[in-house]
C-alpha cells in the first residue's frame, strides 16, 4: 500500500483517542434526553460517558489484535494499524489493554447496578460483547456486520443505555433524536471500509462494503452521511424534535466538503484517505450541535 500514508506506531495510534468522539457524542445525546427530563445526575453521566469511550477504545484495541491473529494486517498492509506487526508492542499487551478496558467498565457496571437496578446489565452485556467481539470471538467485521454493529451499538444503544442508568426507563425520544447521528458515525466506518477497499478484497476481508462494488459501497457511504439531514427535518416537521436541533444544519458545509472530496476518491489516493476524517468531523460537528440545539429549544426556550 504505497499510496497510504502510513502513521506512527505505538500506544497513541493503538487508541486511536481522534475516534472516540463516537463515544461522546452518543451519550451527551442520552445525557441532554435525561437533563430534559430532570433526571440527570452528573456523576453517573461523567461514569456512563467514560465506560462508552472506554468500550470503543477496547474495540479499537481488540480490531488490531484481531486483524493480526487472523493474518490481515502483514508487513505489506500495515499503515494503520502497524503496532503488532512492527513488533512495536507485544501481541499480549495488546490483548491485555483491550481486556483491561473492559474490565473496568464491567465494574462500573456493578456500580449502574447498585445505582438503577439489574435492567442496566442488558445493555452492558450488548456493549461488552459487541466491542469484544469486533474482530475476536465472532468477529462479526469478517461477516460484513460491523456496520451494522456500529449503528445499533453505538447509535442507538449507548445514547438509551446513557438515559436508562440516570432513568431507569427507555425513551422514544432518545432513539428518535440518536437517529441521525446513528447513521452518520456509521459512516466513518463506511469511510474506512471504502478507503480500504482494495486491500480488504486481497485479503478477503470481507467487510460489508467490501461485498459491494466499488461504486455501491461509495453510494452507501453518501448515504449513511446525508440521510440525517433528511431525518432530522423529519423529526423536526413531525413535532419529534425542537426547531432550534436544525442547528446541526451548519454541517451542510461539512457535508458539501465530504462530497467533492468522495467524487474524487477513486483515483486521488489523498482524497481516499480523507473519506474517514471526512465523515469524522461531520459527525463530531452535526452530534454537537445537535445536542446544543436541543438544549436550547427544550430546556432554554
Keep these: 500500500m504505497a499510496d497510504v500514508k502510513p502513521v506512527k506506531a505505538g500506544w497513541f495510534n493503538l487508541f486511536r483517542p481522534w475516534t472516540l468522539h463516537g463515544a461522546v457524542v452518543p451519550a451527551i445525546i442520552g445525557g441532554a434526553v435525561a437533563y430534559h427530563d430532570g433526571a440527570f445526575c452528573w456523576w ?11 468500550l470503543q477504545s477496547a474495540a479499537n484495541i481488540l480490531n488490531t489484535y484481531g486483524d493480526f491473529v487472523k493474518g490481515t494486517d502483514t508487513v505489506d498492509n500495515h499503515t494503520r494499524s502497524p503496532e503488532l506487526v512492527t513488533g512495536t508492542i507485544g501481541k499480549k499487551d495488546v490483548l491485555l489493554a483491550g481486556m483491561a478496558c473492559l474490565g473496568i467498565v464491567a465494574l462500573c457496571g456493578l456500580v449502574f447496578i ?8 442488558i445493555f452492558g452485556i450488548l456493549g461488552l460483547g459487541g466491542a469484544a467481539m469486533y474482530t475476536i470471538g465472532a468477529s462479526y467485521k469478517y461477516l460484513g456486520l460491523g456496520q451494522v454493529g456500529v449503528f445499533f451499538l453505538m447509535g442507538i444503544l ?14 422514544a425520544e432518545v432513539f428518535l433524536v440518536s437517529l441521525p447521528n446513528a447513521f452518520m458515525i456509521t459512516a466513518v466506518l463506511s469511510g474506512n ?5 482494495h486491500e480488504d478484497k ?18 452507501l457511504y453518501h448515504f449513511e452521511n446525508f440521510i440525517g439531514y433528511l431525518i432530522l427535518i423529519a423529526l423536526v416537521l413531525l413535532g419529534q424534535a425542537h426547531w432550534a436541533c436544525l442547528l446541526a444544519f451548519i454541517c451542510l458545509i461539512d457535508a458539501y466538503k465530504l462530497y467533492i472530496n468522495s467524487k474524487k476518491a ?4 489523498g482524497c481516499s484517505r480523507l473519506l474517514v476524517p471526512m465523515a469524522f468531523n461531520q ?3 452535526f452530534g454537537v450541535l445537535l445536542v446544543v440545539g436541543y438544549l436550547i429549544g427544550n430546556c432554554i426556550l
Design 193 to 197: 471500509e471504502m478507503r480500504d477497499y
Design 44 to 54: 453517573i453521566f461523567l461514569m456512563t460517558l467514560a465506560c462508552c469511550i472506554l
Design 283 to 285: 459527525n463530531w460537528h
Design 114 to 121: 447498585w445505582y438503577i437496578g439489574w435492567g442496566i446489565l
Design 266 to 269: 477513486p483515483t486521488d489516493p
Design 202 to 219: 486481497r485479503s478477503n476481508v470481507g467487510t460489508l462494503s467490501g461485498r459491494m462494488s466499488y461504486e455501491n459501497g461509495m453510494r
Design 158 to 171: 449507548m445514547p438509551l443505555g446513557t438515559y436508562y442508568v440516570m432513568t431507569g426507563n427507555l425513551s
